[in-house]
């Protein structure tokens, strides 16, 4: 004899499936957004994380422009006394009776590069060297011509 089972039991049974089956599903969605709030949580971080370094990065840059500048104004000066030092070897080499055609040859540079350095030392002697006019400690007497000698008593 075949029993048949009544519709309120099967409808019961088609039931407590349905809920072990969302069970299941509501805790792997639970799973799901707890991981997703910690990948969330790691991201904000990461940002922070991020933020901080973009402020060590922009003062390592400006250490390194402040870097760059003093290296650039050492070797401007570096530089500018290696050039007077080549124009006195030059000055020199022409004090001692050389031709400065032979003086450039001996040099390696052109007759008007040698001109060209020898003037940074002219240019640097005649501004170092200016003409200063004298300030008499007093004032020359009225018979002074200018020939004869002042003694200037302190």
Do not use: H
């Amino acid at each position: 004899m075949i029993m048949m089972v009544r519709r309120s039991a099967k409808l019961t049974e088609a039931r407590k499936k349905a809920r072990e089956r969302a069970a299941t599903q509501i805790e792997r969605e639970e799973s799901l957004l707890t991981l997703a709030e910690k990948f969330i949580v790691a991201e904000e971080e990461l940002g922070t994380i991020d933020d901080g370094l973009q402020d060590q990065i922009r003062k390592i840059d400006e250490r390194a422009e402040k870097d760059r500048e003093r290296a650039r104004e050492s070797a401007k000066t570096n530089g500018e006394d290696l050039k007077a030092a080549q124009a006195s070897v030059a000055d020199e080499m022409v004090a001692l009776g050389a031709k400065p055609a032979d003086v450039a040859a001996r040099l390696g540079i052109s007759v008007g590069e040698l001109r060209k350095l020898r003037s940074i030392n002219s240019d640097k002697n005649s501004s170092e060297t200016a003409p200063v006019p004298p300030t008499p400690a007093e004032p020359a007497p009225a018979s002074y011509t200018g020939d004869e000698p002042v003694s200037v008593s302190a």
